[in-house]
């Protein structure tokens, strides 16, 4: 999607081993977002950031840390991976508290 | 926590055919309900929204959703379906400034020729 983008788009990575998400915006938009999406669940929450350095928990958070240290990127750290974090992860900004989210085109995630 | 539910896992219609998705909520006070569709391999594109006001709302593509307060439901609506309408469509629901929007487990279309 025009102004965010996800890296890696692919990922296939060993149990217990670090992983990082990375998204990447040029909207300036305050608002970012990680989700997890699963068969039968649709889209979870993962974390969320209101402001450089400004983040707080959504409704799957364990097993996942977060960072915002510029406007632009918001990291998502899988501290040690593990099967049941294998999902397809997605990232959305919004502008404000209204509207709706622009969503990445996502980053399948492989914990082996 | 507010909360979502689409029941329909799969529906299946015929090119040219209308088309409805149900949606149902769960939440206190009035909720900004959303509509977003995903063509496979790709992220989710906003069709429309509401938040207060007109109770018909109207989307992108010709899709429109009708909020019925009474019935906690948030359908929506094409009135002619076509081939390139096959996707997932989540309906999502969130409170006053959308930091913790829920989504349902979607359901996919299927356009049969």
């Known amino acids: 999607d025009a102004g965010i983008t996800q890296s890696p788009r692919h990922k296939v990575t060993e149990t217990g081993t670090p992983v990082t998400l990375r998204c990447h915006q040029t909207e300036n938009h305050r608002y970012m977002y990680w989700y997890r999406q699963d068969p039968g669940h649709g889209l979870r929450l993962i974390h969320y950031?209101?402001?450089?350095?400004?983040?707080d928990k959504g409704e799957v958070s364990d097993g996942y840390s977060v960072s915002r240290s510029k406007t632009e990127d918001f990291l998502l750290t899988l501290e040690s991976a593990t099967s049941s974090q294998t999902s397809v992860y997605f990232c959305?900004?919004?502008?404000?508290?209204?509207?709706?989210?622009?969503f990445g085109s996502g980053t399948r995630l492989t914990v082996v | 926590a507010q909360s979502v539910t689409q029941p329909d896992i799969h529906i299946t219609v015929s090119e040219g055919a209308s088309l409805e998705l149900r949606c149902n909520y769960s939440?206190?006070?009035?909720?900004?309900l959303f509509w977003y569709v995903q063509s496979p391999g790709q992220g989710l594109q906003l069709l429309l929204k509401y938040f207060s006001g007109d109770t018909l709302v109207q989307g992108i593509k010709g899709f429109e959703a009708e909020f019925k307060r009474s019935q906690s439901s948030f359908n929506l609506r094409k009135p002619s379906v076509h081939w390139s309408d096959a996707a997932e469509y989540f309906c999502?629901?969130?409170?006053?400034?959308?930091?913790?929007?829920?989504f349902g487990a979607g359901t996919r279309l299927t356009v049969k020729p």
């Open positions: 959305a900004i919004s502008e404000s508290g209204e509207g709706g989210y622009t």
């Open positions: 999502a629901v969130a409170k006053y400034n959308n930091n913790d929007m829920r």
């Open positions: 939440y206190g006070a009035t909720p900004y």
């Open positions: 950031s209101y402001g450089v350095k400004d983040t």
